[in-house]
C-alpha cells in the first residue's frame, strides 16, 4: 500500500471554467481521482446533474457537514431542484492516499460560495472522498465534509 502526499493548489473559478494548478507525482489512479473529482466541483458549479450522476457510484454516501446523509440519487435531485448554487470554490491543502489499487482516499479543504435558496454564504469545509474505479470511471463513493470550528488540542497532564 502506497500512501502518496500530493502538493495541490486549485484554483476553480466555476464562472469562467475550471483553471487547476498543480504540482503531482502521483499513481495514475491518484491522478485519475483527482481529475474526478475536479469534474465533480465544476459539474456541482453547472448544476449539471447529468455530468453529477455519472461521477457518483449508485452506493454512494454524501454526509454534508451539518450531518444530514444523501444518497446519490438524493442528491442528485436536489441539484436537479435548483434550491443549491456554488461559486468560487477553491481547492487547498490535498492529500491522498491509495488504499487499493482502485480506491483513493482525498483530503483537503475546500472555501466557496454557496447558495442556499436565496442565500449566498462563503464556506470553508475539510472534507474527506473516497473515489473508487468501477468499471474503467472513477467515481466518488463517499463524502464526509466538515465546518472547522477551531484547533483541536489535548489538555497537558497534571
Same mark, same amino acid.
Given at each position: 500500500?502506497?500512501?502518496?502526499?500530493?502538493?495541490?493548489?486549485?484554483?476553480?473559478?466555476?464562472?469562467?471554467?475550471?483553471?487547476?494548478?498543480?504540482e503531482i507525482r502521483a499513481e495514475p489512479a491518484v491522478i485519475a481521482a483527482l481529475k474526478a473529482d475536479q469534474?465533480?466541483?465544476?459539474?456541482?458549479?453547472?448544476?449539471?446533474?447529468?455530468?453529477?450522476?455519472?461521477?457518483? *457510484?449508485?452506493?454512494?454516501?454524501?454526509?454534508?457537514?451539518?450531518?444530514?446523509?444523501?444518497?446519490?440519487?438524493?442528491?442528485?435531485?436536489?441539484?436537479?431542484?435548483?434550491?443549491?448554487?456554488?461559486?468560487?470554490?477553491?481547492?487547498?491543502?490535498?492529500?491522498?492516499?491509495?488504499?487499493?489499487?482502485?480506491?483513493?482516499?482525498?483530503?483537503?479543504?475546500?472555501?466557496?460560495?454557496?447558495?442556499?435558496?436565496?442565500?449566498? *454564504?462563503?464556506?470553508?469545509?475539510?472534507?474527506?472522498?473516497?473515489?473508487?474505479?468501477?468499471?474503467?470511471?472513477?467515481?466518488?463513493?463517499?463524502?464526509?465534509?466538515?465546518?472547522?470550528?477551531?484547533?483541536?488540542?489535548v489538555p497537558g497532564k497534571k
Amino acid at each position: 500500500m502506497k500512501i502518496l502526499p500530493v502538493r495541490f493548489l486549485a484554483s476553480v473559478m466555476l464562472l469562467a471554467g475550471l483553471v487547476l494548478a498543480a504540482e503531482i507525482r502521483a499513481e495514475p489512479a491518484v491522478i485519475a481521482a483527482l481529475k474526478a473529482d475536479q469534474a465533480r466541483l465544476a459539474a456541482m458549479a453547472a448544476g449539471d446533474a447529468a455530468a453529477l450522476g455519472k461521477l457518483m *457510484s449508485d452506493q454512494l454516501n454524501f454526509v454534508h457537514s451539518d450531518g444530514r446523509v444523501e444518497s446519490k440519487k438524493d442528491y442528485v435531485q436536489n441539484v436537479l431542484a435548483g434550491d443549491v448554487a456554488y461559486a468560487d470554490v477553491k481547492t487547498l491543502d490535498v492529500e491522498t492516499t491509495q488504499i487499493a489499487p482502485d480506491v483513493v482516499v482525498v483530503f483537503g479543504v475546500q472555501q466557496m460560495r454557496k447558495r442556499l435558496g436565496s442565500e449566498w *454564504s462563503n464556506i470553508t469545509l475539510r472534507y474527506l472522498g473516497v473515489w473508487r474505479n468501477e468499471s474503467g470511471s472513477w467515481r466518488l463513493v463517499a463524502w464526509q465534509s466538515a465546518r472547522p470550528s477551531g484547533n483541536s488540542t489535548v489538555p497537558g497532564k497534571k
